[in-house]
């Protein structure tokens, strides 16, 4: 068997759509965070009563608690392969699962691990059994130093996750000056640059102790680096100063300690590093970033059940020769393009000539074009974030910002010829300047840069769908509709997607999770993507009635003037539209959509019924079967037993 | 969109085809040739059974008419090479071999035709006579100075218009008044007969050209047409039609507006090994299994196989294997497996129905232009629907007037999870639609921060306007001066000569998928050579900006250039004397942490804290002894990891301390001391010195690429890259040797 590829570095997540993907390679590991919560009585000390609704009910540690369950479910939904452990330090136990007591009060609550079904209850369990929670939640009379605390971190990630690439430690605490004496002090600092030099990150997530403020400078400052091991060169964000999270201000703790935690949920990485010719003989440096990208869910796997416990098979391929069977090593494998019957083949230095034909991977500009030359219908894909770095070129950020302003103020995009790397396809993409958005807390929503906008070659572009001479609309239809659309605008007339969880995505990991901690399987889905109704209907109802109205008018004139031309057809077109294709906002009976299908789906309902009573739905042919569905906008792959049973689901559907 | 096609094309093979004309490398055939083999080989590469080519010769050595004409009278020189068929690689080889000048200048083009026409004429009539639904095309290529009997010309033109056979000549030097193209000190007879084609070309209603621009025509991409399909037909809804009275309901149809246009993949083969006595000839094995995976000649498809492994629960640390129907389908919770089973599939399904709801109207300005993430689609009403039609173009231009777009829940399929869409309203002349793309959900953001450009904002939080990061006015004014000047929107120039955008979505060619495609139908006609053609430079043209517009904005540029002062860094200054303490990097107070320490001189590496004090050891000391013992410790570690390793525990522990040791000795430009390292540590994992059975540690040094370091990472290195990828492979053989 070939030996199977390892990839534990990984620097190069997106680029595997580019390559070939090896089935024998381990899961790409990317990111490991250890949440190191304070347990101390401050910490612990619930909110003052009060009678707001929106006032705070956690102690800071509840708070940290339950960011820390939040994390870890929404982590398995958008990060499957990452690890993450939480840690509590100044409880009066000590565990740290194997027995281990060199690190006294520490108490590991969660090892660093993918988390496991059995993670989240147990901390499910501590976030909503106050019972529970008080037993664990006890301070330590003596609670270890930061520098314990450190060294154990260390520990946890040297024996943990020993090859990840990006390893972070969330410290939620509320004391800003934990060492009393200089040595402590010394020590603590010591064991950061230990952790620094391992690679890891010290992420502070302060709280402000009532009436005290938290001051960095004290002490933690001498403990965080600003750059990350990992990316040194990265820009860096406006903080490692995450705001100081506080009590009775207005929004809850845990909102804010939410918001910050949910900005550093993953590592930030770059997807390339690239020169950007912005002029003949002027070159600068950006980095990449995906920014958008769609989220699924994990793909189906093979779970082996012959054992106790129930465990994921994990698979390798070999390659055969199709002649002899005989088991062909990775390197003996040539490309080959079929044509005319025939394999033509390149040798692997050739085929690396043809990909590479283009140049090396650069972003050009080639010129400018008012940013309306990059219309909506011309889409192809996902857009790509850059910003500069001066890693490889000094004065790049400047130059970017200067062209980043000019492009925003004229309204103008640039136009560029774009390689992403080695072996990509060459792309042209529009340059689309993007200005800083903040939302109401002065938190960064959207960053300032440029975008990389895919733009169609002419080979992407698709024709249009041939129209008859179509009926057109008038003025005075027109802006009755219009009034309607003014009447329902999205709070701020804008898109948010943070407003619109994925319906489908949330319903697998509800279902999944249940399923996983043995609960109740849920009901209904939660999806906001279904319009509000009620809203729509409140609203819009008289504007729509007008509309109504005034189509009906303009139908009857077109379509009159039509049928003076051509009487004949116009009856003809009757019975194809059938009396469903619902005029517009007609006052109208409450109906079921496809209802009577004459027509359209080849048999109507009752046809249909009757072709099933006598038993004779399956002597039908695919193909009727198929229309017959596809009318009524159901699902019509698969085969014809799987076809026809549908049809006879949706027949009893209708009561037939 | 493809139909059933005969093409037949008719070559001038006359002794004077193989002559060379003025400013030509090639002789009129070979030139005539690159014409024909690039149409012949681009339709083979749409593999379709009803594209059917044939290839008559004229002034051939050998008359052979396949049995097409009755009787040979008349028609000498005539050489039916092949018959109407579809072409495969096999083909062209044969063909090649045969396409080469004759000895002689006797024949006759129209006899070619008369026998080209009756060719079509036998393989697209039915079998009741009728004539069958072909695309029927005659392309003529010759230089025009053989004998032409134009007696019968009009009743051949007349049979080619009468069967609807598109008759194309292209002559070798043909003047062309329109190209402004004319042959200098013409002979009498190729006067003659350019006029006699002419005629032909006339009466038959064909095409008649110079070769030329035939030739010229071969460098731009040909483009794929795909016949429109739906993907969602079904209703645009606004409100509840099920619960409310009042709602706007249309029927629509979704088509795709653009799609990526993919080059065509290669398929992995392997060179057959069973070829046994002797390798019989490629042409003998290609046609005897024609299925998909099938290769001809030596090479031999691939299958793979798939092998599913679980941890063992007899032997913790080791792997059994599984047979597939042990198995059961389930997803990963986390590290937990859900085990799913067949009859609750559909348990985490969405339940959906088709709709296209609008949700709400955005205005159109305050949309981000990146967040539109997918392709986009035309949503056009229902066919032959008059309500629809009026409604749909009510909508539109409502959206259109209002300068705002939809926002809209789409299910294009029963249970089909959810997506939504921007509707945005296109009016052009010719036809009016809404399009569609979709737009992001909440879990598709991912919410990385940046600074701002425009401001520097310190850690303590001041603002600062004046920053060798942020531009001065004189970088601003250059940079608008250059973009201004630098501006496409009306530099192209359209038929007319007016200005118009330059590099529009249709003059552009997708570079790669032509690429690949014409380097495949090249090397179909080039069996040997020494170096693969280049890309054709219309695949180029859009690389770079334009030189005429660069010329104009030089001024521009410079500015620009000067304003900016960007200094590209040298590639970094690695080295021990480079690596001081002070280069380290600091907390964010500045604070000088081995300042703090005292400045060690000699730092023990503890194995408990391996790594940190390793990296802690090497920026204290740059004397060599010490860095060697440095790394001395680090290979003892580095060995207990393995040795004491219960199953592959502690393997990850040992590649990261490999990792580490690499990247920071190759900095320290001693690359012996690891490659001395790792070469032992090697033999002692493949030759079984580490506690056991090792081999799996190699696979994954060896799958991370942790071998030797070679010249090519390090310039101090002796070793050459060839011997650093030797340093890999030898394993296989150790390895088989092993088993």
């Given at each position: 068997?070939?030996?199977?590829?390892?990839?534990?570095?990984?620097?190069?997540?997106?680029?595997?759509?580019?390559?070939?993907?090896?089935?024998?390679?381990?899961?790409?590991?990317?990111?490991?965070?250890?949440?190191?919560?304070?347990?101390?009585?401050?910490?612990?000390?619930?909110?003052?009563?009060?009678?707001?609704?929106?006032?705070?009910?956690?102690?800071?540690?509840?708070?940290?608690?339950?960011?820390?369950?939040?994390?870890?479910?929404?982590?398995?939904?958008?990060?499957?392969?990452?690890?993450?452990?939480?840690?509590?330090?100044?409880?009066?136990?000590?565990?740290?699962?194997?027995?281990?007591?060199?690190?006294?009060?520490?108490?590991?609550?969660?090892?660093?691990?993918?988390?496991?079904?059995?993670?989240?209850?147990?901390?499910?369990?501590?976030?909503?059994?106050?019972?529970?929670?008080?037993?664990?939640?006890?301070?330590?009379?003596?609670?270890?130093?930061?520098?314990?605390?450190?060294?154990?971190?260390?520990?946890?990630?040297?024996?943990?996750?020993?090859?990840?690439?990006?390893?972070?430690?969330?410290?939620?605490?509320?004391?800003?000056?934990?060492?009393?004496?200089?040595?402590?002090?010394?020590?603590?600092?010591?064991?950061?640059?230990?952790?620094?030099?391992?690679?890891?990150?010290?992420?502070?997530?302060?709280?402000?102790?009532?009436?005290?403020?938290?001051?960095?400078?004290?002490?933690?400052?001498?403990?965080?680096?600003?750059?990350?091991?990992?990316?040194?060169?990265?820009?860096?964000?406006?903080?490692?100063?995450?705001?100081?999270?506080?009590?009775?201000?207005?929004?809850?703790?845990?909102?804010?300690?939410?918001?910050?935690?949910?900005?550093?949920?993953?590592?930030?990485?770059?997807?390339?590093?690239?020169?950007?010719?912005?002029?003949?003989?002027?070159?600068?440096?950006?980095?990449?970033?995906?920014?958008?990208?769609?989220?699924?869910?994990?793909?189906?796997?093979?779970?082996?059940?012959?054992?106790?416990?129930?465990?994921?098979?994990?698979?390798?391929?070999?390659?055969?020769?199709?002649?002899?069977?005989?088991?062909?090593?990775?390197?003996?494998?040539?490309?080959?393009?079929?044509?005319?019957?025939?394999?033509?083949?390149?040798?692997?230095?050739?085929?690396?000539?043809?990909?590479?034909?283009?140049?090396?991977?650069?972003?050009?500009?080639?010129?400018?074009?008012?940013?309306?030359?990059?219309?909506?219908?011309?889409?192809?894909?996902?857009?790509?974030?850059?910003?500069?770095?001066?890693?490889?070129?000094?004065?790049?950020?400047?130059?970017?910002?200067?062209?980043?302003?000019?492009?925003?103020?004229?309204?103008?995009?640039?136009?560029?010829?774009?390689?992403?790397?080695?072996?990509?396809?060459?792309?042209?993409?529009?340059?689309?300047?993007?200005?800083?958005?903040?939302?109401?807390?002065?938190?960064?929503?959207?960053?300032?840069?440029?975008?990389?906008?895919?733009?169609?070659?002419?080979?992407?572009?698709?024709?249009?769908?041939?129209?008859?001479?179509?009926?057109?609309?008038?003025?005075?239809?027109?802006?009755?509709?219009?009034?309607?659309?003014?009447?329902?605008?999205?709070?701020?007339?804008?898109?948010?997607?943070?407003?619109?969880?994925?319906?489908?995505?949330?319903?697998?990991?509800?279902?999944?999770?249940?399923?996983?901690?043995?609960?109740?399987?849920?009901?209904?889905?939660?999806?906001?993507?279904?319009?509000?109704?009620?809203?729509?209907?409140?609203?819009?109802?008289?504007?729509?009635?007008?509309?109504?109205?005034?189509?009906?008018?303009?139908?009857?004139?077109?379509?009159?003037?039509?049928?003076?031309?051509?009487?004949?057809?116009?009856?003809?077109?009757?019975?194809?539209?059938?009396?469903?294709?619902?005029?517009?906002?007609?006052?109208?009976?409450?109906?079921?959509?496809?209802?009577?299908?004459?027509?359209?789906?080849?048999?109507?309902?009752?046809?249909?019924?009757?072709?099933?009573?006598?038993?004779?739905?399956?002597?039908?042919?695919?193909?009727?079967?198929?229309?017959?569905?596809?009318?009524?906008?159901?699902?019509?792959?698969?085969?014809?037993?799987?076809?026809?049973?549908?049809?006879?689901?949706?027949?009893?559907?209708?009561?037939? | 969109?493809?139909?059933?096609?005969?093409?037949?094309?008719i070559l001038d093979?006359g002794?004077s085809m193989s002559e060379k004309q003025v400013g030509r490398s090639t002789t009129d055939l070979d030139w005539a040739l690159d014409y024909v083999?690039?149409?012949?080989?681009?339709?083979?590469?749409?593999?379709?059974?009803?594209?059917?080519?044939?290839?008559?010769?004229f002034r051939?050595?050998?008359?052979?008419?396949?049995?097409?004409?009755?009787?040979?009278?008349?028609?000498?020189?005539?050489?039916?090479?092949?018959?109407?068929?579809?072409?495969?690689?096999?083909?062209?080889?044969?063909?090649?071999?045969?396409?080469?000048?004759?000895?002689?200048d006797?024949?006759d083009v129209l006899?070619?035709l008369?026998?080209?026409?009756?060719?079509?004429?036998?393989?697209?009539?039915?079998?009741?006579?009728?004539?069958?639904?072909?695309?029927?095309?005659v392309i003529i290529i010759t230089n025009g100075r053989g004998f032409i009997?134009a007696?019968?010309l009009?009743?051949?033109a007349?049979?080619?218009?009468?069967?609807?056979?598109e008759i194309t000549i292209l002559g070798v030097d043909f003047d062309d008044p329109e190209g402004g193209y004319k042959e200098e000190n013409k002979d009498d007879t190729k006067k003659e007969n350019e006029a006699t084609l002419k005629t032909l070309a006339d009466k038959s209603d064909g095409i008649f050209a110079t070769l030329a621009v035939a030739i010229d025509q071969l460098?731009?991409?040909?483009?794929?047409?795909?016949?429109?399909?739906?993907?969602?037909?079904?209703?645009?809804?606004?409100?509840?039609?099920?619960?409310?009275?009042?709602?706007?309901?249309?029927?629509?149809?979704?088509?795709?507006?653009?799609?990526?246009?993919?080059?065509?993949?290669?398929?992995?083969?392997?060179?057959?090994?069973?070829?046994?006595?002797?390798?019989?000839?490629?042409?003998?094995?290609?046609?005897?299994?024609?299925?998909?995976?099938?290769?001809?000649?030596?090479?031999?498809?691939?299958?793979?196989?798939?092998?599913?492994?679980?941890?063992?629960?007899?032997?913790?640390?080791?792997?059994?294997?599984?047979?597939?129907?042990?198995?059961?389908?389930?997803?990963?919770?986390?590290?937990?497996?859900?085990?799913?089973?067949?009859?609750?599939?559909?348990?985490?399904?969405?339940?959906?129905?088709?709709?296209?709801?609008?949700?709400?109207?955005?205005?159109?300005?305050?949309?981000?232009?990146?967040?539109?993430?997918?392709?986009?689609?035309?949503?056009?009403?229902?066919?032959?629907?008059?309500?629809?039609?009026?409604?749909?173009?009510?909508?539109?231009?409502?959206?259109?007037?209002?300068?705002?777009?939809?926002?809209?829940?789409?299910?294009?399929?029963?249970?089909?999870?959810?997506?939504?869409?921007?509707?945005?309203?296109?009016?052009?002349?010719?036809?009016?639609?809404?399009?569609?793309?979709?737009?992001?959900?909440?879990?598709?953001?991912?919410?990385?921060?940046?600074?701002?450009?425009?401001?520097?904002?310190?850690?303590?939080?001041?603002?600062?306007?004046?920053?060798?990061?942020?531009?001065?006015?004189?970088?601003?004014?250059?940079?608008?001066?250059?973009?201004?000047?630098?501006?496409?929107?009306?530099?192209?120039?359209?038929?007319?000569?007016?200005?118009?955008?330059?590099?529009?979505?249709?003059?552009?060619?997708?570079?790669?998928?032509?690429?690949?495609?014409?380097?495949?139908?090249?090397?179909?006609?080039?069996?040997?050579?020494?170096?693969?053609?280049?890309?054709?430079?219309?695949?180029?043209?859009?690389?770079?900006?334009?030189?005429?517009?660069?010329?104009?904005?030089?001024?521009?540029?410079?500015?620009?250039?000067?304003?900016?002062?960007?200094?590209?860094?040298?590639?970094?200054?690695?080295?021990?004397?480079?690596?001081?303490?002070?280069?380290?990097?600091?907390?964010?107070?500045?604070?000088?942490?081995?300042?703090?320490?005292?400045?060690?001189?000699?730092?023990?590496?503890?194995?408990?804290?391996?790594?940190?004090?390793?990296?802690?050891?090497?920026?204290?000391?740059?004397?060599?002894?010490?860095?060697?013992?440095?790394?001395?410790?680090?290979?003892?570690?580095?060995?207990?990891?393995?040795?004491?390793?219960?199953?592959?525990?502690?393997?990850?522990?040992?590649?990261?301390?490999?990792?580490?040791?690499?990247?920071?000795?190759?900095?320290?430009?001693?690359?012996?001391?690891?490659?001395?390292?790792?070469?032992?540590?090697?033999?002692?994992?493949?030759?079984?010195?580490?506690?056991?059975?090792?081999?799996?540690?190699?696979?994954?040094?060896?799958?991370?690429?942790?071998?030797?370091?070679?010249?090519?990472?390090?310039?101090?290195?002796?070793?050459?890259?060839?011997?650093?990828?030797?340093?890999?492979?030898?394993?296989?053989?150790?390895?088989?040797?092993?088993?």
């Amino acid at each position: 068997m070939a030996a199977p590829e390892y990839d534990n570095r990984p620097g190069d997540e997106e680029e595997e759509e580019e390559e070939e993907l090896d089935d024998s390679s381990y899961k790409t590991i990317k990111d490991a965070v250890l949440f190191a919560i304070d347990v101390s009585s401050t910490m612990l000390q619930p909110p003052p009563e009060s009678d707001d609704k929106k006032a705070d009910r956690d102690s800071p540690t509840s708070a940290a608690l339950k960011c820390a369950y939040q994390l870890m479910q929404q982590r398995i939904i958008s990060n499957p392969n990452d690890m993450m452990g939480i840690l509590l330090f100044g409880t009066e136990q000590t565990e740290l699962g194997d027995g281990d007591s060199t690190f006294q009060h520490c108490y590991l609550l969660a090892d660093l691990d993918v988390p496991s079904a059995q993670d989240v209850k147990r901390l499910r369990d501590l976030v909503e059994d106050e019972e529970e929670a008080a037993e664990l939640l006890t301070p330590a009379v003596d609670p270890p130093s930061i520098a314990t605390v450190l060294f154990c971190a260390n520990q946890i990630f040297t024996t943990k996750a020993p090859n990840f690439s990006s390893r972070r430690l969330f410290l939620v605490t509320d004391n800003d000056n934990p060492a009393k004496i200089k040595q402590d002090k010394d020590t603590a600092i010591t064991r950061a640059r230990d952790l620094y030099d391992l690679g890891c990150t010290i992420d502070l997530f302060p709280i402000s102790r009532r009436g005290h403020g938290f001051d960095r400078s004290k002490f933690y400052d001498d403990l965080v680096y600003p750059t990350s091991p990992s990316d040194p060169d990265a820009p860096i964000a406006i903080s490692a100063n995450t705001k100081v999270a506080q009590s009775g201000d207005g929004i809850s703790l845990l909102k804010q300690l939410l918001s910050s935690i949910n900005s550093k949920a993953s590592p930030r990485r770059a997807l390339f590093t690239l020169p950007f010719e912005i002029a003949p003989g002027l070159r600068i440096g950006v980095k990449g970033y995906i920014l958008i990208k769609r989220q699924e869910h994990v793909k189906s796997c093979y779970v082996w059940v012959g054992g106790e416990k129930a465990q994921i098979a994990t698979g390798s391929t070999s390659h055969l020769a199709d002649d002899t069977a005989r088991v062909v090593e990775k390197g003996e494998l040539r490309k080959a393009y079929k044509f005319g019957g025939d394999a033509i083949t390149f040798t692997a230095d050739e085929l690396k000539q043809i990909r590479q034909a283009f140049g090396d991977p650069v972003i050009r500009i080639v010129g400018f074009k008012p940013l309306d030359m990059a219309p909506l219908w011309a889409n192809t894909g996902k857009a790509t974030f850059i910003y500069p770095s001066e890693a490889d070129y000094i004065g790049s950020t400047r130059v970017f910002s200067a062209l980043q302003q000019k492009l925003l103020k004229s309204k103008k995009m640039a136009v560029a010829w774009f390689i992403a790397r080695r072996n990509a396809a060459p792309v042209i993409t529009a340059i689309i300047p993007a200005e800083e958005k903040l939302d109401e807390n002065g938190e960064q929503t959207m960053p300032p840069g440029l975008w990389l906008v895919p733009l169609p070659y002419a080979d992407d572009l698709r024709q249009f769908p041939e129209q008859g001479d179509n009926l057109k609309t008038t003025d005075a239809l027109s802006d009755t509709m219009r009034k309607v659309i003014e009447q329902l605008q999205l709070p701020k007339g804008a898109y948010d997607p943070s407003k619109y969880p994925n319906p489908d995505l949330q319903w697998f990991y509800r279902i999944l999770q249940a399923m996983a901690l043995e609960d109740e399987i849920p009901e209904h889905p939660d999806d906001k993507t279904i319009p509000k109704y009620k809203q729509i209907n409140k609203r819009c109802a008289p504007f729509l009635e007008e509309f109504g109205e005034e189509f009906e008018k303009e139908y009857k004139l077109q379509t009159v003037e039509k049928r003076k031309i051509i009487s004949s057809h116009a009856k003809k077109r009757g019975a194809a539209a059938p009396e469903d294709s619902k005029p517009p906002a007609k006052k109208r009976v409450k109906k079921e959509a496809p209802d009577d299908g004459g027509g359209v789906g080849g048999l109507t309902d009752e046809d249909m019924a009757k072709i099933n009573d006598k038993g004779a739905v399956s002597k039908q042919t695919v193909v009727v079967l198929r229309d017959f569905l596809k009318a009524r906008g159901r699902d019509t792959t698969g085969k014809k037993p799987e076809i026809a049973a549908r049809v006879q689901d949706y027949l009893i559907g209708k009561g037939f | 969109m493809a139909g059933k096609e005969a093409t037949v094309f008719i070559l001038d093979l006359g002794r004077s085809m193989s002559e060379k004309q003025v400013g030509r490398s090639t002789t009129d055939l070979d030139w005539a040739l690159d014409y024909v083999w690039d149409k012949i080989t681009t339709t083979v590469a749409t593999g379709r059974k009803t594209a059917q080519m044939s290839v008559v010769g004229f002034r051939t050595d050998e008359t052979h008419l396949a049995g097409v004409m009755e009787d040979e009278d008349g028609y000498e020189g005539v050489n039916i090479f092949t018959p109407l068929k579809q072409f495969l690689l096999e083909d062209i080889r044969a063909l090649q071999e045969k396409l080469k000048p004759s000895a002689t200048d006797e024949g006759d083009v129209l006899s070619a035709l008369a026998a080209a026409l009756t060719l079509i004429d036998a393989a697209t009539t039915g079998k009741s006579g009728n004539r069958l639904k072909y695309d029927r095309k005659v392309i003529i290529i010759t230089n025009g100075r053989g004998f032409i009997d134009a007696a019968d010309l009009n009743a051949i033109a007349s049979k080619a218009k009468g069967d609807e056979v598109e008759i194309t000549i292209l002559g070798v030097d043909f003047d062309d008044p329109e190209g402004g193209y004319k042959e200098e000190n013409k002979d009498d007879t190729k006067k003659e007969n350019e006029a006699t084609l002419k005629t032909l070309a006339d009466k038959s209603d064909g095409i008649f050209a110079t070769l030329a621009v035939a030739i010229d025509q071969l460098d731009i991409p040909r483009i794929k047409e795909t016949r429109p399909v739906p993907n969602y037909k079904g209703t645009l809804t606004l409100g509840d039609n099920q619960n409310y009275d009042t709602t706007f309901t249309v029927d629509i149809e979704r088509y795709p507006c653009t799609m990526l246009a993919k080059p065509p993949t290669a398929s992995s083969f392997v060179f057959r090994t069973d070829l046994g006595s002797a390798p019989g000839p490629s042409t003998q094995s290609s046609n005897t299994v024609a299925g998909d995976d099938h290769a001809g000649g030596d090479l031999s498809a691939v299958r793979n196989q798939r092998v599913y492994q679980v941890d063992n629960p007899d032997e913790p640390g080791s792997k059994k294997n599984v047979e597939l129907d042990e198995l059961e389908r389930g997803y990963e919770y986390g590290r937990t497996a859900v085990h799913i089973s067949e009859s609750d599939a559909n348990v985490v399904k969405l339940e959906t129905n088709p709709c296209l709801d609008i949700i709400g109207f955005v205005q159109g300005e305050r949309f981000d232009r990146y967040l539109a993430m997918s392709r986009s689609h035309f949503i056009v009403p229902q066919k032959a629907n008059d309500q629809a039609q009026l409604a749909l173009s009510a909508f539109i231009h409502a959206l259109f007037e209002a300068e705002c777009y939809g926002i809209a829940r789409l299910v294009p399929k029963e249970n089909k999870a959810p997506i939504i869409v921007l509707l945005v309203p296109r009016i052009e002349p010719d036809f009016e639609a809404l399009i569609d793309v979709e737009l992001p959900f909440e879990e598709d953001m991912r919410r990385y921060k940046f600074p701002p450009l425009d401001k520097k904002i310190t850690v303590t939080g001041k603002v600062i306007e004046k920053h060798h990061e942020l531009p001065d006015q004189n970088l601003m004014t250059a940079m608008n001066d250059y973009v201004d000047a630098m501006d496409l929107s009306e530099f192209g120039r359209d038929d007319d000569g007016n200005p118009t955008e330059y590099m529009k979505f249709e003059d552009t060619y997708s570079p790669l998928l032509h690429r690949i495609n014409h380097i495949i139908r090249w090397r179909a006609t080039n069996d040997s050579y020494t170096e693969l053609p280049s890309p054709p430079q219309i695949l180029l043209k859009y690389s770079a900006p334009p030189a005429d517009l660069v010329a104009n904005a030089e001024l521009e540029v410079n500015k620009l250039v000067n304003a900016s002062g960007v200094k590209k860094v040298p590639p970094k200054q690695k080295g021990r004397g480079k690596r001081s303490l002070g280069d380290r990097e600091k907390p964010l107070s500045g604070l000088d942490v081995d300042e703090l320490l005292g400045n060690l001189k000699r730092v023990k590496i503890d194995s408990a804290n391996l790594i940190p004090s390793f990296k802690q050891a090497l920026a204290a000391t740059d004397d060599l002894d010490a860095i060697q013992a440095a790394a001395d410790e680090m290979s003892t570690a580095i060995r207990t990891y393995i040795s004491s390793s219960v199953g592959e525990s502690g393997y990850g522990r040992a590649l990261e301390a490999i990792r580490v040791m690499r990247d920071e000795i190759t900095e320290l430009e001693e690359p012996e001391i690891y490659n001395k390292f790792i070469k032992e540590l090697k033999m002692d994992i493949l030759g079984g010195k580490l506690k056991g059975d090792r081999r799996e540690m190699w696979w994954r040094i060896r799958g991370s690429k942790y071998g030797l370091i070679d010249r090519k990472r390090s310039f101090a290195s002796e070793v050459s890259e060839e011997e650093a990828a030797e340093f890999y492979k030898a394993t296989r053989r150790e390895r088989e040797r092993h088993l």
